[in-house]
C-alpha cells in the first residue's frame, strides 16, 4: 500500500512538470475510455438522465455524449488539483474570473457567525478553495480517512499548502468544526453524497434519498450561515463560482424536523446548481433508485 502513495506522488509530479495543456490532452482520453466501461457507465448515465429529468426522454445519444463530457471534465479535476498546489497565488485570482453571489461571502463574514458552505462535487471545489484562502476566508474541510495513513497526510497536506485545512471524517470531525465555527471560521462541506449512510432523507431531482445531515446540524446549533455555493470550471482554463442566497437555519420545533427541513431547502438548491452544469457533476456512483 506504501507504494501506492508513491505512484500517486508521482503521478502529481508528473502532471506539475507537463505543461497544462499536454496533462490536460493526456488525461481526457484515459478518463472517457474509463467511463465507458459498464459499471461506470450505467450509475454515469442513470445520474445524468435523472438530473436532466428522469425518465426517457433524453436519447441515448445526448446522454452518451454528456457522460463522456463528464469523464473529460473529472479528468480536468484531476489535472487541475494535482497542479494547485504548485500554482502561484496571483494566477489563482487571475483565472477565477467571477463569482456570481460574492455579495453574500461578504454578509457572512460582516455577520460574524461562521459560515457554511455546502458543496457539491462540481468542476473544482479544490480550486475554489484555493480562490477563499486569498481573499481571507480559507475554509476547514472534511475528507474520508484514506489508506493507508500516509495517502491521507500527503492528500491533507497538498489542501494544506492551496489554504484548505482538512480534518478527517471521524468520531472527532464534529467537535473540530464546531470549534472553526465558534471562531468565526468558514467551512466547507461536499454534501451530495451521503457517505456515512446516516444521511436524512429528502427529495432529491425527483427522488426520495439521504443527504448528509452535517451542514444544517451545524448552522441549526452554532448559528453560522448556511450558503450552498458550487465552483465551476471554464471557460477556457478559468473558473467560476456561485453562492446562493443563505439557507435559513434557524430552530423552529423539534431538532431533528428542523434538520430534516433545513437539509431539504440546501437540496434544492444543490439541484440548480448541478443542473447549471450537469457534465460537471462528479458523482460516478449510483445516486438515484433505478
Known amino acids: 500500500m506504501a507504494a501506492s502513495v508513491g505512484v500517486w506522488r508521482a503521478m502529481a509530479r508528473v502532471l506539475r512538470w507537463l505543461p497544462e495543456s499536454v496533462a490536460l490532452a493526456l488525461a481526457?482520453?484515459?478518463a472517457i475510455a474509463a467511463?465507458?466501461?459498464?459499471a461506470?457507465?450505467?450509475?454515469?448515465t442513470a445520474n445524468l438522465r435523472q438530473v436532466l429529468g428522469g425518465g426517457e426522454e433524453t436519447p441515448d445519444a445526448v446522454v452518451g455524449r454528456m457522460a463522456d463530457r463528464a469523464m473529460a471534465s473529472y479528468a480536468q479535476y484531476w489535472v487541475e488539483s494535482a497542479r494547485l498546489s504548485a500554482t502561484p497565488p496571483a494566477e489563482v485570482m487571475d483565472r477565477f474570473v467571477m463569482v456570481e453571489g460574492r455579495h453574500h461571502l461578504e454578509e457572512a463574514r460582516a455577520r460574524g457567525?461562521?459560515?457554511?458552505l455546502a458543496l457539491p462535487h462540481m468542476g473544482n471545489w479544490d480550486w475554489g478553495g484555493a480562490f477563499l484562502a486569498q481573499i481571507d476566508l480559507a475554509m476547514t474541510a472534511v475528507a474520508e480517512v484514506l489508506e493507508p495513513p500516509e495517502?491521507?497526510?500527503w492528500f491533507a497536506q497538498e489542501r494544506e499548502a492551496i489554504g484548505i485545512h482538512v480534518v478527517p471524517l471521524d468520531d472527532h470531525a464534529g467537535t473540530a468544526l464546531l470549534e472553526h465555527l465558534g471562531n468565526r471560521g468558514v467551512v466547507g462541506l461536499l454534501c451530495d453524497r451521503d457517505l456515512q449512510g446516516n444521511g436524512v432523507e429528502v427529495t432529491f431531482f425527483g427522488q426520495r434519498t439521504t443527504l448528509p445531515a452535517g451542514p444544517a446540524m451545524l448552522a441549526l446549533r452554532t448559528g453560522a450561515t448556511l450558503l450552498v455555493a458550487a465552483c465551476y470550471s471554464g471557460p477556457g482554463?478559468?473558473?467560476y463560482a456561485v453562492v446562493m442566497p443563505p439557507v435559513a437555519a434557524e430552530r423552529a420545533g423539534r431538532l431533528r424536523d428542523d434538520v430534516v427541513r433545513v437539509t431539504q431547502a440546501v437540496a434544492v438548491e444543490l439541484e440548480g446548481l448541478i443542473r447549471r452544469a450537469p457534465e460537471q457533476w462528479h458523482v460516478l456512483q449510483p445516486r438515484f433508485a433505478p
Open 35 to 38: 467511463g465507458r466501461r459498464a
Open 151 to 153: 495517502m491521507f497526510t
Open 40 to 44: 461506470v457507465r450505467r450509475a454515469l
Open 237 to 239: 482554463s478559468g473558473h
Open 28 to 30: 481526457r482520453p484515459v
Open 113 to 116: 457567525r461562521g459560515m457554511i
